[in-house]
């Protein structure tokens, strides 16, 4: 067994992970998954050294591809939560507008103005 084979297992796990439909509902369990394997991975490299066998090699050219496609699927999801923060925030504001709408209001009304001097 070549020692690229584990971390070409998790990165397919990984890839597999983020082929399933993602909703809002099993999101956070997802990417709680995804860090776990992320963190896998990551003991795994650390304790690779060269050289490296053709089979290797060639092992480690098929991760970098799908490593290539989990990112883009990553940044994918970033950007719906990005999007869904901001649609937060803008309901946030609605609603504090909506609980309080003269918060903004600067008016001078029911003030005396003396103009003489």
Do not use: C, W
């Not at 089979?55 to 699927?73: P, S």
């Amino acid at each position: 067994m070549n020692r690229v084979e584990p971390i070409f297992k998790i990165t397919k796990s990984m890839q597999h992970l983020l082929n399933v439909e993602i909703t809002n509902k099993n999101r956070e369990q997802v990417i709680g998954m995804l860090q776990q394997k992320i963190e896998e991975r990551e003991q795994i490299l650390q304790d690779l050294t060269q050289p490296y066998s053709i089979e290797e090699e060639a092992l480690g050219i098929e991760v970098v591809k799908l490593n290539q496609q989990i990112e883009m699927k990553m940044n994918v999801i970033f950007d719906q939560i990005k999007v869904e923060l901001k649609l937060m925030k803008k309901k946030k504001k609605f609603n504090n507008s909506y609980t309080n709408p003269y918060q903004h209001v600067q008016s001078s009304d029911g003030y005396f103005m003396d103009n003489k001097k």
